[in-house]
Nanobody, 126 residues
Framework: VQLQASGGGLVQAGGSLRISCAAS????????MGWFRQAPGKEREFVAA????????YYADSVKGRFTISRDNAKNTVDLQMNTLKPEDTAVYYC????????????????????WGQGTLVTVSS
């Protein structure tokens, strides 16, 4: 399994950015795709997750109403649309994939995910 995150960059506070994760190496119908982030000096934290089939979505309280996770089953991609960005959203964003039986029950727990992408940096300036 390979996960390739892209789309990070520098944006001003209040702006928007869309990051994407391209997944390959297997079929993901029984998997959950998640986005996590890690700011300097902080632990990795959950951002959002979506089941590959059915599209059930989960969000951290800190991003609810501002971020939207979506997937394109035909292209095997999962996007994260980030609106009304804040300086505290600055972090390296990682996509991850985990089995529905594990990550589907605890989508916010990093250890439930088996494969991780390399991360893409999002910087929000004040």
């Amino acid at each position: 399994v390979q996960l390739q995150a892209s789309g990070g960059g520098l944006v001003q506070a209040g702006g928007s950015l869309r990051i994407s994760c391209a997944a390959s190496g297997r079929t993901f119908s029984s998997y959950v795709m998640g986005w996590f982030r890690q700011a300097p000096g902080k632990e990795r934290e959950f951002v959002a997750a979506s089941t590959w089939i059915g599209g059930s979505a989960y969000y951290a309280d800190s991003v609810k109403g501002r971020f939207t996770i979506s997937r394109d089953n035909a292209k095997n991609t999962v996007d994260l649309q980030m609106n009304t960005l804040k300086p505290e959203d600055t972090a390296v964003y990682y996509c991850a994939v985990g089995r529905l039986a594990l990550a589907g029950r605890q989508p916010s727990v990093p250890s439930k995910y088996e494969h991780w992408g390399q991360g893409t940096l999002v910087t929000v300036s004040s």
